[in-house]
């Protein structure tokens, strides 16, 4: 069926109302508040035009003059990625047609076709965004991490994470990085190129290699799920990776599961697995209450968490449950470090 979209329209969400506006000359998104009308008839046809839209454009720079009449609110993005998402792979669509239905109907899954490595365009428009952050140079640095982490708190706040119900604080000496964010970051391009480029970033970055952060290549993630997953209707069938990192074997699932589970020992890569979420498979993120009901309830899914954590190996004797892990929901932070001295185990040797 075709018809005609403005991208965004904050008319297509249930959740939220418009974004706020912000004091400039120019639009400070891409596509962002640009009225652009588009004639919707196959996903590879929007698709393309996305990409040649994002790939002639120029990108956007920090404006010093640019800033928020009033403070962001929580989700005020989540219109915009619901109007992209609805022009390319149609997930968060899905998933309400699913959520007002109250069961599993429909002929199957909006398959995402991933790409097998990291898009030159989104890459650089996401390092782009990491070096808004601080004021001076570059984000890779001492700091790395912390704006890694800074980021995707931003990112969840944005995307209206119950979790995340707080604008984070910024950065020592990254004061206005959030209003820099909001002119240089663009949501249709990560959905134009739908990739785990989180897993890149972080396995380059100096923190990373450190931790032993190692994320396995999206190609072999493919082949991994379409061996595990056999059936020809595994929509109700359970996911679980327990070392899940940036969530790339839960992206790759999602093509053939609603019910998708991970655990990890780090805080900020499970943030990015979030994100991910939000970004290309919404039942990760807000998983349907009719498969998964006891565990959406926080009590049931911190007493599981909780026992999980107390049956822990010889090396993990000094650290508890993390009391944050709520933040974390539906995904959960099982454990957490409680000395500096701790030493934490390298990914190759779980």
């Given at each position: 069926m075709s018809?005609?979209k403005?991208?965004?329209?904050?008319k297509?969400?249930?959740?939220?109302?418009s974004?706020?506006k912000?004091?400039?000359?120019?639009?400070?998104?891409v596509?962002?508040?640009?009225?652009?009308?588009?004639?919707?008839?196959?996903n590879?046809e929007?698709?393309?035009?996305?990409?040649?839209?994002?790939?002639t454009?120029?990108?956007?720079?920090?404006?010093?003059d640019c800033?928020?009449?009033?403070?962001?609110?929580?989700?005020?993005?989540?219109?915009y990625l619901?109007?992209?998402?609805?022009?390319?792979?149609?997930r968060?669509?899905?998933?309400?047609?699913?959520?007002q239905?109250?069961?599993?109907?429909?002929?199957?899954?909006?398959?995402i076709?991933w790409?097998?490595?990291s898009?030159?365009t989104?890459?650089?428009?996401?390092?782009?965004?990491?070096?808004?952050?601080?004021r001076h140079g570059g984000?890779?640095?001492?700091?790395?991490?912390?704006y890694?982490?800074?980021?995707m708190?931003w990112?969840?706040y944005?995307?209206?994470?119950?979790?995340?119900?707080?604008?984070?604080?910024?950065p020592?000496?990254?004061e206005g990085?959030?209003?820099r964010?909001?002119?240089?970051?663009?949501v249709?391009?990560?959905?134009?190129?739908?990739y785990d480029l989180?897993g890149d970033?972080?396995?380059?970055?100096q923190?990373?290699?450190?931790a032993?952060?190692?994320?396995?290549?999206?190609?072999?993630?493919?082949?991994?799920?379409?061996m595990?997953?056999q059936?020809d209707d595994?929509?109700?069938?359970t996911v679980?990776?327990?070392c899940?990192?940036?969530?790339?074997?839960?992206?790759?699932?999602?093509n053939?599961s609603?019910?998708?589970?991970g655990a990890?020992?780090?805080?900020t890569?499970?943030?990015?697995?979030l994100?991910?979420?939000?970004l290309?498979a919404p039942?990760?993120?807000k998983?349907?209450p009719?498969l998964?009901g006891?565990?959406?309830?926080?009590h049931?899914?911190?007493?599981?968490?909780d026992?999980l954590?107390?049956?822990?190996?010889?090396?993990y004797?000094n650290?508890?449950?993390d009391?944050?892990?709520?933040?974390?929901?539906p995904i959960?932070?099982?454990?957490c470090?409680?000395?500096?001295?701790?030493?934490?185990?390298?990914?190759?040797?779980?």
């Amino acid at each position: 069926m075709s018809f005609r979209k403005s991208i965004p329209s904050t008319k297509c969400s249930p959740f939220i109302g418009s974004a706020p506006k912000r004091t400039s000359r120019s639009h400070p998104r891409v596509i962002g508040e640009t009225t652009i009308c588009f004639a919707i008839k196959v996903n590879s046809e929007n698709l393309a035009t996305l990409r040649r839209f994002i790939e002639t454009s120029q990108p956007r720079k920090c404006r010093p003059d640019c800033w928020a009449k009033k403070s962001l609110s929580h989700g005020w993005m989540l219109p915009y990625l619901l109007a992209a998402d609805d022009f390319t792979w149609k997930r968060w669509s899905h998933w309400y047609d699913l959520m007002q239905a109250g069961k599993i109907a429909g002929n199957g899954i909006p398959q995402i076709q991933w790409c097998s490595h990291s898009n030159s365009t989104a890459r650089k428009m996401l390092e782009n965004t990491l070096d808004s952050i601080t004021r001076h140079g570059g984000w890779k640095g001492w700091s790395s991490w912390s704006y890694f982490n800074y980021l995707m708190d931003w990112l969840l706040y944005a995307f209206g994470h119950p979790g995340h119900n707080a604008e984070p604080k910024e950065p020592t000496g990254a004061e206005g990085a959030g209003d820099r964010l909001y002119q240089v970051f663009n949501v249709e391009t990560l959905l134009a190129y739908p990739y785990d480029l989180f897993g890149d970033i972080l396995a380059e970055n100096q923190h990373g290699r450190h931790a032993g952060f190692f994320p396995t290549p999206m190609n072999v993630v493919e082949a991994i799920v379409r061996m595990t997953i056999q059936d020809d209707d595994a929509r109700t069938k359970t996911v679980c990776d327990p070392c899940v990192g940036t969530g790339r074997m839960l992206l790759a699932a999602s093509n053939y599961s609603y019910r998708l589970y991970g655990a990890d020992i780090d805080g900020t890569v499970i943030k990015a697995t979030l994100v991910n979420g939000y970004l290309y498979a919404p039942w990760l993120v807000k998983p349907f209450p009719f498969l998964d009901g006891p565990n959406l309830n926080p009590h049931w899914s911190a007493s599981v968490s909780d026992s999980l954590a107390r049956i822990k190996p010889d090396y993990y004797e000094n650290t508890t449950p993390d009391p944050n892990g709520r933040i974390y929901e539906p995904i959960k932070k099982r454990i957490c470090v409680k000395t500096a001295s701790t030493s934490r185990v390298p990914r190759s040797e779980r």
